[in-house]
């Protein structure tokens, strides 16, 4: 992890030369794709048989693999944009990241069998389309939404990738019915695309009460005594007493003889646990800025007895009230894993099974992180904080990598493993099964699109919408993950990308540092990315038909 919450940006930039500075991650990501694609194409064309139109199975897979490349880019660099934008994770820590927690979650995790038709937006059933046409529709719905999707990307907007694929499935299936007279527009489920409208409102709704509520109690209850034990160091600093330099404790005067109070010289990281208190922060006449001015003028005496009272409290909410947290934290993730993950490898917990287990991890968490605690008391409490928040966001991240892999992936797995199963057996089948092939070679373009293309996006979540750092990233994470998995058992129509969102306006409210400017473009691309996608679905269908 990165020490500060500012040296991430470092890791960003591209300077001049050939790949810039990062020339040898380049290629080796580079590498690991062109290989990927190279081995899928053979095994594809082994698991297809010799009967199998070979253009018309490049092209599916190149369709296939282009919308996980995109997925990766947008929706897995939505989901690392807190960590990034935090400082906790570099962006080639993130990408390791990724690459374990995004390729297990599809392998292991991901769905062994999928549902020809996604959603039940279109009535394709009632078409009695021959196979191809099928298979050209999924196609199209692939390629329509990966390049919406590329150029959402490009312009740094997070969207859904589920409602990308979705429009795509509706604009190739509606104008193949309309070609064909075998249907319209009265073959969309309207009820569902007003179910997706809902969800633009109500998904960063729920993420941002609860990013609300969860980081207004870490502040008050956790951070803000560490910002009053850093405001009242011997210097505005959160270093050691200064037992044996007593001069100049009412300030320092600059280059041009003006008086310096101590918290214009606080570091960035000293910064960062001011902006992130309830109740402190460094803007000119904020309750923060007046404690560190009033601090300068205290006795030494006077300082220290202070500082004391609120180090101890400071230290005592990391151990008290931090393990709870972390506990609490560890039973959302655990639970979204036991009750939907285990379904997908055939292991069907119960319910009294699954709360026993989710018990006990929560124990196991709360006594680990006690211990952890207890040995970062010799650290500075501003130290201390930050690394204790940025572990526990490690955790939340690495679990966000391995449910998306597990099910966002098959926004690209699915419509490809139809077209697959049409092109191998010549038919339409309910159920298409995905090989583990199919879940490895998406799941590493899933990484590729992540580090090729998905920087802007980290930014915009990053930085863009306000600023992180590890424990307001945390608290937007965990307050995502619980919406998600309470939205999946009361069944209600919410978007994972439209939720943490939603979260990371929710954090920047209570910091009174949301961009609402920023995020005006963002919420008109929730809006035309089903429409978009489907006119390019609409398009690449037509395209298909006329030249197969």
Excluded: C
């Amino acid at each position: 992890m990165s020490p500060t919450p500012v040296q991430q940006h470092s890791d960003v930039p591209v300077t001049p030369g050939f790949l810039g500075p990062d020339r040898n991650w380049h290629l080796g990501a580079g590498l690991m794709t062109a290989a990927t694609v190279v081995a899928f194409t053979i095994w594809s064309f082994s698991h297809s048989g010799g009967e199998v139109n070979a253009f018309l199975l490049i092209l599916a897979i190149a369709f296939g693999l282009f919308m996980a490349f995109n997925i990766g880019g947008n929706d897995v660099a939505n989901s690392f944009g807190t960590s990034v934008g935090a400082g906790t994770l570099t962006m080639k820590q993130a990408l390791l990241v990724a690459a374990v927690f995004e390729v297990s979650g599809a392998v292991l995790a991901g769905s062994s069998v999928t549902e020809t038709v996604r959603s039940g937006i279109v009535d394709i059933d009632g078409m009695h389309m021959d196979p191809h046409s099928f298979a050209y529709i999924m196609m199209s719905a692939l390629l329509g939404a990966a390049v919406w999707l590329l150029l959402a990307t490009k312009m740094g907007w997070p969207v859904s990738t589920t409602h990308a694929i979705i429009g795509g499935i509706v604009g190739a299936a509606v104008t193949t019915g309309i070609v064909t007279g075998t249907g319209g527009l009265e073959m969309v489920q309207w009820s569902e695309i007003g179910m997706i409208a809902i969800s633009w409102i109500l998904s960063p709704l729920l993420g941002g009460v609860a990013a609300f509520l969860l980081f207004g109690a870490i502040k008050r209850r956790i951070l803000a005594p560490a910002a009053r034990a850093i405001a009242l160091g011997s210097r505005g600093f959160d270093d050691a007493e200064d037992d044996d330099d007593d001069d100049d404790e009412d300030g320092e005067e600059d280059e041009d003889g003006r008086h310096v109070p101590g918290y214009e010289r606080v570091t960035e990281l000293q910064q960062s646990a001011f902006a992130e208190s309830a109740a402190l922060d460094l803007s000119p006449g904020s309750p923060g800025a007046e404690l560190a001015e009033h601090a300068s003028t205290l006795t030494k005496k006077e300082r220290k007895a202070a500082r004391k009272i609120e180090r101890k409290a400071a230290y005592h909410a990391l151990e008290k009230r931090v393990p709870p947290l972390a506990a609490g934290a560890a039973v959302v993730i655990a639970g979204m894993l036991v009750f939907k993950g285990l379904k997908n490898v055939g292991l069907d917990v119960s319910i009294g099974g699954g709360v026993l287990l989710l018990i006990m991890v929560a124990m196991g968490v709360w006594m680990a992180v006690t211990v952890f605690a207890r040995a970062l008391k010799k650290q500075s409490i501003s130290r201390a904080t930050f690394i204790m928040f940025s572990w526990m966001q490690v955790f939340t991240a690495s679990a966000f990598a391995f449910s998306h892999g597990a099910n966002d992936i098959a926004n690209a797995v699915g419509p490809f493993a139809a077209v697959l199963d049409v092109l191998s057996t010549g038919q339409i089948s309910e159920e298409a099964a995905v090989p583990t092939a199919v879940l490895a070679a998406f799941g590493i373009a899933l990484v590729s699109g992540l580090w090729f293309v998905g920087r802007r996006v980290i930014a915009t979540v990053g930085t863009g919408l306000t600023s992180m750092h590890p424990s307001s990233g945390f608290a937007a994470e965990l307050a995502a993950a619980g919406v998600v998995l309470l939205a999946s058992v009361l069944g209600l129509p919410v978007s994972s990308t439209h939720i943490l969102i939603g979260a990371v306006l929710g954090v920047g409210i209570v910091n009174r540092a949301a961009n609402w400017k920023l995020m005006r473009p963002i919420f008109l691309a929730w809006i035309i990315t089903l429409p978009a996608a489907a006119s390019i679905g609409a398009v690449v269908v037509l395209v298909l038909r006329a030249a197969f």
